[in-house]
RNA sequence: CGGGACGUGGCGAAGCUUGGUAUCGCGCUUGCUUUGGGAGCAAGAUGCCGCAGGUUCAAAUCCUGUCGUCCCGACCA
């Protein structure tokens, strides 16, 4: 490819939109074009990175014994209806009326659709186990879109699924599935991505992991200990050690205007771990409330308290009078007509706290939970803190840092077998359910991931292995006779040898040529200019600064695609 | 859905408070010079100032509405 023919251009200055690395780089590169609002796209630099993540995902897919298939974008909403997820699913889901008047979907996942063409085609245990995938459009009508090409609303995405015929098959597939993953991101040039258990979420099923680039633009909270422990901060466990501290009497004391944890450290001189707090939760602004106490320094983990109830939950927004808000507590609580009250783990073994004495202006002190009555019943619904203690090693070492999902996995189940009666039958001619895995990768996302870890201050710098081109002919002065020549010979063998070859043919001055180089990121860059040949070499330099050597001229192609060719391996292992 | 910011040539911005000929830089075109980290000079082209109403002799500027984009939060298979 000549540069002075390839569709896009590069510039100086931050787009006013973008604030994070990946999304400035790669506008200011020429590889994605914002559309509208988490919709983008790709110019061919970006389309080529694109297709080269896709090859090494399909690799590793075919490698654990894949099929590709294709399944359509545009779904009657029948199909969502079967699955129950029509009714389900939120304004997520993209929904519109054909010409007839029918409801159709924008697929946003494609479970569904992959049931469909699976069960006519799947009737007897013989055919199993199986995976099918794709790499193909999503569209998720996502609230907010943000960071490029991080969070948006249509997208590539390679997603799989597996069918069992017992969950030992699926659990050991699911590893293989899981070391597939380890080696795609390692060969598009993250190793560093870890994985981590993660919440089902509404995909159901219990064992999920999610794929995690630790960076500081990323969305996830992630909680990590030095002893390997990482999970997300969704699912993470908060455990709680409460000083065995002095058994005071329960005392009812005047708190006036006292309704926030600070106010009452404030007035008491105690820390907020001393006191217990109440977060009222319903499902809709009419349904019953749901109560959590907790000690005062935590917070509920939403999803946790969404997975122990079985159903969507929101913060509770209570009309005037209904409950003394700021003073409540667990000793004599009148609660509302069906209101469920529910205990967070922290108050276990806790004494001598301050609470809510459900009166307004009062508070008790002196409230220990087990003994004046909150009962026996705990559950871990609050988010593991910073420097809290570890759930593998013990210690005094969390840490909590963000991520960007690059990937997941899911123990699905038969959830979607059994709604959309899709069935097998079995040795003894027995109709059986099978189950599913599914395993999710956004090819966007990655390339951005990717970008975001691995750039400079002049651009990204982009693993041979996914690299738009691998060489990257820079030819100063072009017009003069002897670099036009040797830099259009250069071009043409390396080409013959197979070598994907960025050749800037403009006449441009060399800062220029150079700034758009490493905009572009290509790995090797070989320059030719009458002071390269002058001295009866080329230059030979890597886009991350390790190499910058001068090249015979007889020795430039076995040079150039040796180190290419060591390149590629860089990450292979 | 709450909170905030912003829509002015392809890109980045100024102008708006206090209405009066559309401004600067980058990029683009042409020519000459230059030639190893975004070169210099000269000449050019490119705007329904997001859109729609309103106020006014006159609106990029004031008012109302609307559409869109970004950021924080809520949300997120």
Redesign the pocket.
């Known amino acids: 490819m000549k540069l002075s023919e390839l569709l896009g ?12 690395a990946s ?1 400035i780089l790669m506008t ?2 020429g590889y994605i074009k ?6 983008f796209s790709l110019y061919p630099p970006g389309k080529r990175i694109a297709q080269k993540i896709e090859r090494i995902i399909r690799e590793e897919m075919d490698a654990i014994g894949g099929q590709e298939v294709l399944l359509p974008v545009t779904m009657p909403a029948g199909l969502w209806k079967e699955s129950g ?1 029509w009714d389900a ?2 304004s ?2 993209m929904r519109m009326k054909d010409r007839w008047g029918s409801d159709m979907v924008l697929g ?2 494609h479970e569904e659709a992959v049931v469909h063409l699976c069960r006519g085609a799947a009737q007897s245990y013989q055919n199993y186990p199986f995976m099918v995938y794709q790499i193909q459009t ?1 569209f ?9 090409l ?2 948006v609303r249509e997208f590539t995405m390679k997603d799989a699924y597996s069918f069992h015929t017992s969950q030992e098959d699926l659990e050991a597939y699911y590893a293989r599935c899981h070391k597939a993953y380890e080696n795609i991101f390692r060969r598009c040039g993250i190793p560093e991505v870890v994985s981590v258990k ?7 099923g219990k064992v ?1 992991h ?1 794929f995690m680039l630790v960076t500081e ?1 990323g ?2 909270y992630l909680a990590v200990c030095d002893c390997g422990f990482s999970a997300n901060m ?1 699912v993470a466990e908060s455990i709680i050690e409460n000083k065995a501290g002095e058994d005071a009497p329960l005392e009812k004391v005047s708190t006036p205007d006292m309704t926030t944890i600070e106010d009452l450290c404030g007035f008491f001189g105690i820390a907020p771990e001393q006191t217990c707090k109440a977060v009222l939760y319903q499902k809709n602004a009419d349904d019953a409330l749901v109560v959590v106490f907790l000690r005062g320094d935590l917070e509920v983990n ?2 946790k308290l ?1 997975n122990l109830l079985g159903e ?4 509770a927004v209570l009309e005037g009078g209904e409950l003394p808000c700021g003073y409540l507590g667990p000793v004599g609580l009148k609660t509302p007509k069906g209101a469920i009250v529910i205990n967070d783990s922290s108050l276990k073994g806790a004494r001598n706290l301050v609470t809510g004495a459900n009166e307004e202006g009062y508070h008790f002190i002196g409230f220990s939970p087990e003994r004046d009555g909150t009962g026996s019943k705990y559950n871990d619904l609050a988010k593991i803190l910073e420097g809290g203690i570890c759930p593998q090693c013990g210690e005094h070492s969390v840490k909590l840092v963000r991520g960007i ?1 690059v990937g ?1 996995i ?1 123990q699905l189940g038969t959830k979607y077998t059994k709604s959309m009666e899709m069935t097998y039958l079995d040795q003894n001619g027995k109709a059986r359910y099978p189950i599913m895995g ?1 395993y ?1 990768i956004g090819v966007g996302r990655l390339m951005a991931s990717v970008c975001e870890v691995r750039h400079d201050d ?2 990204p710098v982009w693993p041979m292995a996914i690299a738009p081109w691998q060489v990257h002919i ?1 030819a ?2 072009a ?1 003069n006779e002897e670099v036009g020549a040797a830099a259009n010979a250069l071009y043409n063998v390396l080409q013959n040898a197979g070598i994907e070859v960025l050749f800037d043919d403009r ?13 572009l990121g290509v790995p090797v ?1 070989v ?7 002058a001295r009866g070499a ?2 030979l ?1 890597t886009r991350d600064k390790a190499i ?1 050597k001068d090249i015979a001229l007889d020795d430039a192609v076995d040079e150039i695609t040796a180190l290419v060719k060591e390149r590629m391996g860089e990450f292979e292992s």
Do not use: W
Not at 34 to 39: D, E, K, L, R, T
Not at 140 to 148: I, K, L, V
């Open positions: 251009f590069r510039f100086k200055e931050t787009p006013s939109d973008c604030q994070i999304h200011r590169g914002n559309v509208g609002s988490g919709i997820r699913v939120g997520e889901l946003m996942t999503k998720r009508d996502e609230p907010r879109a943000r960071g490029g991080i969070r993660s919440d089902g979420g509404m995909m159901g999920a999610e633009v969305e996830d969704e939403e999803v969404r969507e939950i929101h913060p999902e997941n899911f599914c999710g002049y651009g820079c100063i002065r017009e006449k441009v001055s060399a800062g220029f040529m150079f700034s758009d180089a490493d905009l860059r320059i030719i200019s009458p002071k390269t040949l080329f230059e330099r910058q």
